[in-house]
């Protein structure tokens, strides 16, 4: 299994990016997918997930109305919209892909243990 983010940088405050993570083999279409974040000195925190029918969103306080979640199945990829972004969201983002139980997985949680496969993550800063 193969997980590839991109779409990370430097930016202002106020200003947008959008993050993809393309993930392969794997049937994308039967797992929870999720971004997560790492500040430095810090454990990974999530930030939003979507559950593998797309319906069900989850999204932490600190996005919530900032940041959009979406999936593309057809094309086996994941997407964060990010929107009037703050210097409290620099951080490296991570794509995850829920893999237990590891045929159907299709449920969000907040917690990094069964999300099996991980991104190595891309980089986004935004300064004030």
């Known amino acids: 299994v193969q997980v590839l983010e991109s779409g990370g940088g430097l930016v202002q405050a106020g200003e947008s990016l959008r993050l993809s993570c393309t993930i392969s083999g794997l049937n994308f279409d039967r797992h929870a997918v999720a971004w997560f974040r790492q500040f430095p000195g810090k454990g990974r925190e999530a930030v939003s997930c979507?559950?593998?029918?797309?319906?069900?969103?989850t999204y932490a306080d600190s996005v919530r109305g900032r940041f959009t979640i979406s999936r593309d199945n057809s094309k086996s990829t994941l997407y964060l919209q990010m929107n009037s972004l703050k210097p409290g969201d620099t951080a490296m983002y991570y794509c995850a892909v829920r893999s237990h139980p590891p045929d159907y997985a299709p449920f969000c949680t907040d917690s990094t243990a069964p999300y099996g496969y991980w991104g190595r993550g891309t980089q986004v800063t935004v300064s004030s």
């Open positions: 979507i559950s593998q029918s797309g319906l069900d969103l």
